[in-house]
Nanobody
Framework: QVQLVESGGGLVQAGDSLRLSCAAS????????MGWFRQTPGKEREFVAAIKWIGGTTYYADSVKGRFTISRDNAKNTLYLQMNRLKPEDTAVYYC????????????????????WGQGTQVTVSS
C-alpha cells in the first residue's frame, strides 16, 4: 500500500523560507515521477514542481521557478520542496503526489496524471 506523508507546513512571513518533506513508502518509486501540487479553496490543484525519481530531472511552474527547489533523497525515500522568498500568494495546502506515467516530465503537470497523493500540509504566508 502506497503511503505519502507530508510535513513541514506552517505560518511564515513574506520573504521567509520553508521546507516541505514527503515520506514515501509501500513500493519502489524508482520509475515514478514525484510532484508537488497546491490547492486553495474553490480551485483545482495547481502544479508546483516535479522530479523524476531516477535521474533527478526537474520541472517547475513559472510562478515558483527560481524560488522553489524540488529534490529527493533516495536512501530515505523522501521528497522535498524547499520554498524561498515566499509570497502571500503561495498560501495553500501543499500535496505531494506520485505518477506511474513514463511520459516526459513536462507533460506531467495535471493532477489527473498522478496516481497517489498525500494528505496535504498547510502553508500560510502572511504579508
Amino acid at each position: 500500500q502506497v503511503q505519502l506523508v507530508e510535513s513541514g507546513g506552517g505560518l511564515v512571513q513574506a520573504g521567509d523560507s520553508l521546507r516541505l518533506s514527503c515520506a514515501a513508502s509501500g513500493r519502489t518509486f524508482s520509475t515514478y515521477t514525484m510532484g508537488w501540487f497546491r490547492q486553495t479553496p474553490g480551485k483545482e490543484r495547481e502544479f508546483v514542481a516535479a522530479i523524476k525519481w531516477i535521474g533527478g530531472t526537474t520541472y517547475y511552474a513559472d510562478s515558483v521557478k527560481g524560488r522553489f527547489t524540488i529534490s529527493r533523497d533516495n536512501a530515505k525515500n523522501t521528497l522535498y520542496l524547499q520554498m524561498n522568498r515566499l509570497k502571500p500568494e503561495d498560501t495553500a495546502v501543499y500535496y505531494c503526489a506520485a505518477s506511474r506515467k513514463q511520459q516526459s516530465i513536462v507533460l506531467l503537470t495535471s493532477m489527473w496524471d498522478y496516481d497517489y497523493w498525500g494528505q496535504g500540509t498547510q502553508v500560510t504566508v502572511s504579508s
